[in-house]
């Protein structure tokens, strides 16, 4: 079993930065992807960003320029750093990962942007 801790959410004016952190525990073999989702009330979950491990990272358009991930491979942790953040940025972030081909999510975390 794999666990995903995340931290790092909070309430932030627009324009302002947040930084999220997700860390991996348990049987963590085989990583081949670990990124960020996020989903706002009354809406369906949606990719944010994500790393691959052949090196690949993929971003929505939506937070292209402002937001960049990161993976501490020493660690197990995937970041999030979230600059410009705007009031529509306002949602649940959850962590995903896969492990040995198989898909683990952590708690979220609420992120809120207030105009």
């Known amino acids: 079993q794999v666990q995903l801790v995340e931290s790092g959410g909070g309430l932030v004016q627009a324009g302002g930065s947040l930084r999220l952190s997700c860390a991996a525990s348990?049987?963590?073999?085989?990583?081949?992807?670990m990124g960020w989702y996020r989903q706002a009330p009354g809406k369906q979950r949606e990719l944010v960003a994500n790393?691959?491990?052949?090196?690949?990272?993929n971003y929505a358009d939506s937070v292209k320029g402002r937001f960049t991930i990161s993976r501490d491979n020493a660690k197990n942790t995937v970041y999030l750093q979230m600059n410009s953040l705007k009031p529509e940025d306002t949602a649940v972030y959850y962590c995903?990962?896969?492990?040995?081909?198989?898909?683990?999510w952590g708690q979220g975390t609420q992120v809120t942007v207030s105009s």
């Open positions: 348990g049987s963590i073999f085989r990583w081949t992807v």
């Open positions: 995903n990962a896969y492990y040995s081909g198989k898909p683990f």
């Open positions: 790393i691959i491990s052949g090196g690949t990272i």
